[in-house]
C-alpha cells in the first residue's frame, strides 16, 4: 500500500469515526467520572447564545387551616412555585497533534505508518479524557495544583496532583489559584516546558525555553498554582472551557453573586447542592462521612445520590476496612458507557456505589444522583473532529505535514439538589 491523502483519511474515518468503538474506549473506559455523566449531543442540546434550562426550587404555598391565611399566603409574594432560568455560556476546547508526510512517504510500503498514526491520535483522545475530567471534577478556575520550584524542579504540595502533568505539556504559573478574576500570571504568563515527570515523589520538571533543559522561568517564586497553558481561569476575561462540580456544588455556602443568572442564596441546597460541616463530620472515618453525606442528601436535598467518587487510595482505604471485617465490597459497577468497580455502602435507607477516579481531588468525597443530574452538553460529538472541508486529517498552512484536530463546545447543566461533597480524612 502507499501512504497518500486518501489512504489516511479513509483510516481515520473507520477508526476514528462518529460513535467509533475505539474512540469510545479511549475516551471512557479508565475514566469513570467523565463515563458516568449523560452526554447530551447535537443541536437540539447546543443551539443558541446560551445554554438555558429551567431551575425550580419552591413550591406553592397558600396552604392553611383558615380559607382568609391559606388565601392571604397563595397571594403573597413568593407564595407560588418559584423558578428562574439557568443561562450557562458555551465554551470551547481544541486539541492537535501533527503527523509528518517525511513520516508517511518513509513508510510508505508497509503501513506502519499508520500504526504511528494511530498511536498519536490514541494518545491525544487519552489526553482529552485526562484534561476534561480533571476539569468536570473540579472548579473553573482550572488549575493542577499548588507547587514550589527550585532550579526547574517542581515538588507538589499535594504529591497525588502529579497524575496532572506528563512529559512534553506547556504550564503557566501563579501566585493564586485562579478562582477570581483579578488573579494574574507570574512572569507575564512565562511558559514552563515539562521535561520530566516523576510520580512516585510527586515532582515535574520544567525548562523555561522549548526544548531547553531544567531551569526556572522566569517569575516563578514562592508557592504557586501550575495551570494548562492558555487555559488559566483567572484573568479579566478568562477563556470559557465548562464549569466543573467545584462550580455546581461548591465547597462553602455560595455568596448571593449570580451564578449562571441566578442568586443561589434564595435556596442553598436546591441552587448549590448539598455540604458537610467540618463540625459535622469531625473525627469520623471515610465510611461514616459518606454514610451521613447521603442521609443527609436522601433527608434534605433532592433525594439520595446513585454514585459517590473518591481518589483512588481513599478507595483503596474503603475497600481495606470493608475486607477487615469480612464484608463482600467489591462489585462491577452498570452505569455510564463502561462498567467501572464499586463499593456498595448502604446508607439513608438506600444502596449507593462508590467509585474512584483519580482525578477526584485526595481529600474530596463528591456524590451526584442518576447521570442526568450533571450533563455535558455539545452541539456535535464530544469531541469532534474538526473537518469543515470534508477530510479528518487537516493540510497544515506552512508545510508538507498533516494535523488532526478536535474541537468541543461545551457547556455542563447540573441539578444541585441532586448534588453533594464532604471531605475524606
Known amino acids: 500500500m502507499s501512504a497518500t491523502i486518501t489512504t489516511l ?3 481515520m474515518k473507520d477508526n476514528y469515526g462518529p460513535g467509533s468503538k475505539r474512540v469510545q474506549k479511549l475516551l471512557y473506559k479508565d475514566f469513570p467520572f467523565l463515563g458516568y455523566i449523560k452526554k447530551n449531543v447535537g443541536v437540539e442540546s447546543g443551539s443558541g447564545r446560551r445554554l438555558i434550562a429551567p431551575c425550580v426550587y419552591g413550591s406553592a404555598q397558600g396552604l392553611s387551616s383558615g380559607f382568609t391565611p391559606g388565601r392571604t399566603a397563595a ?10 432560568d439557568w443561562n450557562v455560556v458555551w465554551g470551547e476546547y481544541f486539541a492537535f497533534c501533527d503527523i509528518s508526510d ?3 512517504k518513509l513508510s510508505a510500503g508497509s503501513g506502519s505508518y499508520l500504526d504511528t498514526v494511530a498511536l498519536e491520535i490514541d494518545s491525544l483522545y487519552t489526553s482529552w479524557s485526562m484534561t476534561f475530567s480533571k476539569y468536570l471534577l473540579s472548579s473553573s ?5 499548588s507547587f514550589t520550584e527550585s532550579s526547574g524542579v517542581c515538588t ?9 502533568y506528563k512529559i512534553g505539556m506547556l504550564v503557566n504559573a501563579s501566585a493564586n489559584d485562579g478562582s477570581a478574576t483579578g488573579h494574574a500570571l507570574l512572569g507575564s504568563g512565562s511558559i514552563g516546558y515539562i521535561i520530566g515527570v516523576n510520580q512516585n515523589v510527586g515532582t515535574f520538571t520544567v525548562s523555561a525555553t522549548d526544548g531547553g533543559s531544567a531551569g526556572t522561568p522566569s517569575g516563578w517564586t514562592g508557592t504557586m498554582y501550575a495551570f494548562r497553558y492558555g ?24 455568596s448571593a453573586t449570580l451564578y449562571n443568572g441566578v442568586d443561589r442564596t434564595q435556596d442553598i441546597i436546591a441552587l448549590s447542592g448539598v455540604r458537610m460541616t467540618a463540625a459535622e463530620i469531625a473525627g469520623l472515618s471515610l465510611e461514616s462521612r459518606i454514610k451521613r453525606l447521603v442521609t443527609r442528601m436522601a433527608n434534605r436535598g433532592f433525594g439520595a445520590p446513585k454514585v459517590v467518587f473518591v481518589n483512588p487510595e481513599k478507595w483503596q482505604d474503603l475497600a481495606d476496612s470493608y475486607e477487615q471485617r469480612a464484608i ?17 455502602v448502604v446508607a439513608g435507607g438506600t444502596e449507593v456505589d462508590v467509585m474512584t477516579d ?14 442526568d443530574s450533571f450533563t455535558l452538553n455539545t452541539p456535535e460529538e464530544f469531541p469532534a473532529v474538526v473537518k469543515g472541508d470534508g477530510l479528518d486529517m487537516l493540510r497544515k498552512v506552512g508545510s508538507n505535514d498533516y494535523e488532526h484536530r478536535l474541537g468541543a463546545y461545551p457547556a455542563v447543566m447540573a441539578i444541585p439538589g441532586y448534588l453533594g461533597r464532604t471531605t475524606a480524612p
Open 9 to 11: 483519511d479513509a483510516f
Open 75 to 84: 397571594s403573597a409574594t413568593g407564595g407560588n412555585t418559584k423558578s428562574q
Open 102 to 104: 517525511k513520516l508517511m
Open 141 to 145: 478556575a482550572r488549575n493542577l495544583g
Open 156 to 164: 507538589l504540595v499535594n504529591s497525588d496532583d502529579v497524575v496532572n
Open 231 to 254: 487555559d488559566f481561569g483567572g484573568t479579566a476575561s478568562p477563556n470559557t472551557v465548562c464549569q466543573g462540580f467545584g462550580d455546581w456544588c461548591p465547597a462553602s455556602d455560595p
Open 328 to 344: 463482600a465490597s467489591d462489585r462491577i459497577g452498570t452505569v455510564g458507557t463502561f462498567g467501572y468497580k464499586a463499593i456498595k
Open 358 to 371: 483519580r482525578f477526584v481531588g485526595p481529600t474530596d468525597v463528591l456524590a451526584l444522583g442518576d447521570p
